[in-house]
């Protein structure tokens, strides 16, 4: 079977345009906005949006996934540095765990991309629906892990590292979603332990998108014009514009709203979104 071309060829192009500009901008506000409210990397948002829209753009389906998951890491590039800078002003970032993480979460980085490689879209698709599902029970009944009565120990955060930087890199969700519990549960703080996952989140991020251009190179006949192996770039502008912007929004309603409904708001919404990931 002929593998699909990256655009429909459908009349009124330009409006289709305009309308998915707005659909990637939608995306990022709404990741933004839950990124400052609840502290959750926008990844969790941006794959199944980019997911949607794609669909709707009719990419190949044998590569939809992956370049949502590329792409995704390449917008927290953007929204994960500026979060880890906000945090280092305030002096919040613990940089001696950031370095113990970092040559592992690089590395499974690299095998997470190269996993993702070797698994179907489908496949992929349902892998991030089942995270959403497990992260949706976490926040519905508060299952935050108990602080635990030690500090990360040097030989095992290489490990930690690796695990952490394979499946966030795999599933485009940059880090901070399992480096914030790991810490919290080896003893740290848990706004020291937030802002360290957003540090730690960058490099995943960065050596994770590399990858996903480096491995979706041997499939650039098939993949949509304006991309760069399995990083569709027009997404990605406006997802990070977007996003940068409504962040500090979230944050501050965050301080207004009640977090409990929100926070059981939104976990219904990621079971949701999760399920029809998991089972289409």
């Not at 990022?28 to 609840?38: E, H, N, P, Q, R």
């Not at 926040?139 to 635990?148: A, H, I, K, Q, Y």
């Not at 040097?154 to 930690?160: D, I, K, R």
């Not at 912007?245 to 939104?266: D, M, S, W």
């Amino acid at each position: 079977m002929p593998k699909q071309s990256g655009y429909a060829s459908a009349p009124g192009d330009i409006k289709l345009s305009t309308l998915h500009l707005i659909s990637y901008l939608a995306i990022g506000m709404i990741a933004g906005i839950s990124a400052g409210l609840f502290g959750i990397g926008g990844g969790i948002i941006v794959v199944p949006g980019l997911v949607l829209v794609f669909t709707a753009l009719q990419f190949g389906n044998e590569y939809l996934t992956h370049i949502a998951v590329g792409t995704s890491l390449a917008t927290i590039i953007v929204t994960g540095s500026a979060a880890a800078w906000m945090h280092h002003q305030h002096g919040a970032v613990n940089w001696l765990l950031v370095k113990g993480l970092l040559p592992g979460v690089i590395v499974g980085a690299v095998m997470g991309a190269v996993l993702a490689d070797n698994l179907s879209s489908d496949r992929l698709r349902q892998l991030f629906g089942l995270l959403q599902i497990l992260l949706a029970i976490k926040l519905l009944f508060d299952l935050s892990p108990d602080r635990g009565g030690t500090s990360p120990r040097l030989g095992e955060m290489p490990v930690a590292g690796v695990i952490i930087g394979a499946i966030a890199s795999c599933l485009g969700i940059g880090g901070g979603t399992l480096t914030g519990p790991y810490l919290v549960f080896r003893g740290q703080a848990v706004h020291h332990a937030v802002a360290t996952a957003s540090a730690v989140g960058v490099p995943i991020a960065l050596t994770g998108a590399i990858s996903f251009i480096v491995t979706g190179l041997d499939s650039a006949e098939t993949l949509p014009a304006m991309s760069s192996g399995y990083i569709y770039w027009p997404a990605f502008a406006a997802i990070s514009a977007a996003t940068l912007v409504f962040a500090p929004i979230g944050a501050r309603l965050a301080h207004r709203l009640n977090p409990a409904i929100l926070q059981k708001t939104f976990a219904l919404l990621l079971m949701m979104v999760g399920i029809k990931m998991l089972l289409t």
